[in-house]
């Protein structure tokens, strides 16, 4: 039987800066996502992507970084697989109540996208479904954060049985602090990564304006309280339309970009096009008048 393959896993409730440790640890010379995938889109809007999924799949396809949310639905059969051993698991850790508004925001801002006729309701829906005939799932934040923080016991249970190790990150922090999250991971790092290398990687991916839930929630609230305290429905609803709206804005923009780019390249073909034709029209005429005068008509 051949050797089992060692691989890093990246799980937890997601917006949590998942994403990020894919992007920083490919800086660092690790096996990732992104190395096999150099052409995969990333989705933009919701700061996400990069996952694999390591079910059905060989070890051999998989990089060594393998980032996937769903690990606590399917760890019990990773840790049965033969060909996979786990070296250890990071675990991003957020406020649970910037974790729920992030994924929640997300979804009706989508919704918004889909059916612009939301806006025009008396009040926030909490029930959505994508499947017709399917499951209607709620939009409530206490809801997704029961879910979240039950998820995240039962994936945290299940490593802990197995005796598999776990590394706790804090987020936000581990997007703002290179010599935070360097002096976290060196020991998974290759032996040749340094600090300023960290920093130098760091620096290139960080970007502060993407963290932005919390900033939004605040701007809704005199405050946001310490602790689990979940937004209404209504105040996460208005988060998501004013993201829709910047969206919206955006492509405007670039539409109107492009058209007057677009208007300008018109004009310059118009002018070309004008002076070819005033060139040749000063041609025809100066054969005309040769023919002219060679028949001693001019």
């Known amino acids: 039987m051949a050797e089992p393959r060692r691989h890093m896993f990246i799980s937890g409730t997601g917006r949590t800066g998942t994403s990020f440790l894919v992007r920083f640890l490919d800086g660092m010379g690790l096996d990732t996502h992104i190395g096999r995938n150099p052409q995969e889109r990333w989705h933009e809007a919701a700061n996400a992507g990069l996952e694999?999924?390591?079910?059905?799949?060989?070890?051999?396809?998989l990089p060594y970084v393998i980032k996937t949310p769903w690990l606590c639905d399917f760890a019990a059969d990773v840790l049965a697989m033969p060909s996979i051993k786990i070296?250890?698991?990071l675990v991003p850790v957020?406020?649970?109540?910037?974790?729920?508004s992030s994924r929640v925001v997300l979804s009706q801002r989508a919704i918004h996208a889909a059916a612009p006729w939301m806006a025009d309701l008396s009040r926030s829906t909490e029930t959505w479904?994508?499947?017709p005939g399917g499951v209607v799932f709620s939009l409530n934040p206490l809801d997704q954060g029961r879910l979240l923080a039950v998820w995240l016991h039962q994936l945290l249970q299940q490593l802990v049985q197995a005796d598999i190790a776990v590394l706790l990150l804090d987020f936000p922090r581990l997007a703002a602090d290179a010599d935070y999250l360097f002096a976290k991971l060196q020991q998974y790092l290759p032996p040749t990564a340094t600090l300023e290398q960290a920093r130098a990687v760091h620096a290139q991916l960080a970007d502060p304006a993407k963290i932005r839930v919390e900033a939004e929630r605040q701007a809704e609230a005199a405050a946001v309280q310490p602790g689990v305290a979940y937004d209404a429905p209504e105040t996460l609803d208005r988060i998501a339309i004013r993201r829709e709206l910047t969206r919206l804005r955006g492509e405007m923009a670039a539409s109107a970009a492009e058209a007057a780019s677009l208007r300008a390249s018109l004009n310059e073909a118009q002018a070309a096009l004008a002076a070819a034709l005033q060139a040749g029209g000063e041609r025809r005429g100066g054969r005309i008048a040769g023919w002219l005068r060679a028949f001693g008509l001019r």
Do not use: K, Y
Not at 94 to 100: E, G, M, Q
């Open 87 to 89: 070296d250890v698991v």
């Open 94 to 100: 957020r406020d649970l109540s910037d974790a729920v």
């Open 129 to 131: 479904g994508a499947t």
């Open 52 to 61: 694999d999924n390591p079910i059905g799949m060989q070890s051999a396809h």
